[in-house]
């Protein structure tokens, strides 16, 4: 698609003008129709002979329909968007020395040509954050306490699965889904077998990803069913378009960390007459991705983080974002100690790099549960009920075999250790685009 015309305010939000120029619509099969009339008695002059007239109507076309999503929702989005084209993010000017990027007639051939080459299509990061904001919209509605996180994972990925027409590598879901309640901020979802049953009191980040061609889309949002913790999720909200609104090319990382925990640490929280200061999660960040590797660097590069706390000395980072990255921008926010520590059951886990025909151990399940992670996985982190999804049996032996002797990385989850904590987080994913940044996973929800 050719680049669309950015005005000149700071922020545009996505309309339902721009989705609408964007679709085709779709047409229904069009049959003829035809109908006889009812069979008039009309008597001859002399015979009285019943003769019958048939009127055979003129064709007619079903009108055109617009196909629309189903609830829940299970339509492919290609049955929908047939044009191929997809809905543009929010876009948002590039500020001070980069304001230039906006009208530049040199920034808008380059993203033309960043377009029409398949490895960069912004068709294949439109058509992620697409199935994640109808995903999440009757994720949204739909969650409730009472329940279960098995459930409530279900939910999401099947519709990831559906609407993303879930094709090997070529589409599918990005990570699994994130699920963590109270103190556990990050990096929780239901092993096989869970019963935790979601309950009014809970705050619940809800993290997952879509991608298409390996361009991961990966969004975060919290849930709340009682107002003791609004404020909470609005410092964490405000915080992460604080990072959204300070990123761009050439911006340093340390930067945004500063300009997050500025706007997370203004906020407090108020419960039970106590009154409880909001903080940046220090050891958590936001991250840059690449193709197939949520975390990702390119070659022997590692990939970047985008910090959510202050940096100082030594410690800060002043690398610099560069047109064309591709960055999740996610801040959590902690009424605790605001540090998190591993805790608990082990249910992420992601190859860790060597390929199977070299594994020497002796265990033949974990060699040929090595070559199936592989298969299915590939660079893209996986949980116990993925294996599951994928055929694996009575494979648990053989993953702990495989973490142990460091071919596959497992991933506990992260917990603030202080009694009472409670987190939250907010996450959206940007294109460095050469005219302007695009928010591509912003919706009307957050």
């Not at 989005?77 to 304001?99: H, M, T």
């Not at 239901?190 to 993290?207: A, S, W, Y």
């Amino acid at each position: 698609m050719a680049p669309v015309a950015v005005p000149t305010m700071e922020t545009l939000s996505i309309s339902e003008d721009k989705k609408d120029q964007k679709v085709e619509d779709l047409q229904v099969d069009e049959e003829d129709e035809e109908d006889d009339d009812d069979a008039e008695g009309e008597e001859g002059p002399s015979t009285g002979d019943a003769k019958k007239k048939k009127k055979k109507k003129k064709s007619k076309k079903k009108k055109s329909a617009a196909a629309t999503q189903s609830q829940p929702p299970r339509v492919g989005l290609s049955k929908i968007f047939k044009s191929g084209v997809y809905p543009v993010g929010e876009e948002v000017e590039y500020r001070e020395d980069n304001a230039f990027r906006t009208s530049s007639a040199e920034m808008r051939e380059k993203e033309r040509l960043a377009q029409e080459d398949p490895s960069t299509t912004y068709q294949n990061i439109r058509r992620a954050g697409e199935v994640h904001r109808q995903v999440r919209a009757y994720a949204r509605k739909t969650i409730k306490p009472g329940m279960t996180m098995t459930e409530i994972a279900n939910l999401i990925e099947d519709g990831t699965r559906a609407l993303v027409e879930e094709n090997g590598f070529e589409s599918g879901i990005g990570f699994p889904t994130g699920l963590s309640v109270n103190e556990i901020a990050a990096h929780y979802t239901p092993n096989p077998g869970d019963k935790q049953v979601l309950q009014k009191k809970d705050v619940m980040k809800v993290d997952f990803g879509v991608h298409v061609n390996g361009r991961i889309v990966d969004s975060a949002f919290t849930m709340n069913f009682e107002p003791t913790w609004d404020r909470l999720l609005d410092a964490v909200k405000d915080a992460t378009n604080a990072g959204i609104r300070e990123a761009g090319i050439d911006v340093r990382l340390c930067d945004i960390g500063e300009a997050v925990q500025d706007v997370m640490e203004s906020y407090e929280v108020e419960v039970d007459g106590k009154t409880y200061p909001v903080k940046s999660i220090s050891n958590l960040n936001g991250h840059s991705i690449t193709p197939y590797t949520i975390h990702g660097g390119i070659g022997d590069k590692p990939g970047k983080s985008v910090p959510i706390v202050k940096q100082h000395g030594a410690d800060k980072d002043t690398q610099r974002m560069e047109e064309g990255e591709y960055f999740a921008i996610e801040t959590f926010g902690s009424t605790g100690r605001g540090r998190v520590i591993e805790e608990g059951a082990c249910s992420h886990y992601a190859l860790a790099g060597g390929a199977p025909e070299r594994y020497s151990g002796h265990h033949q399940s974990a060699k040929s549960l090595l070559a199936s992670v592989k298969r299915n996985f590939g660079t893209l982190p996986f949980c116990r009920r993925y294996l599951d999804h994928a055929g694996e049996k009575n494979y648990l032996l053989a993953l702990n075999t495989l973490v142990k002797e460091g071919f596959v990385m497992d991933y506990p989850p992260l917990v603030d250790p202080q009694p009472g904590a409670m987190t939250a987080q907010f996450e959206h994913t940007i294109l460095l685009r050469p005219t302007c940044k695009e928010v591509v996973s912003r919706g009307d929800d957050y």
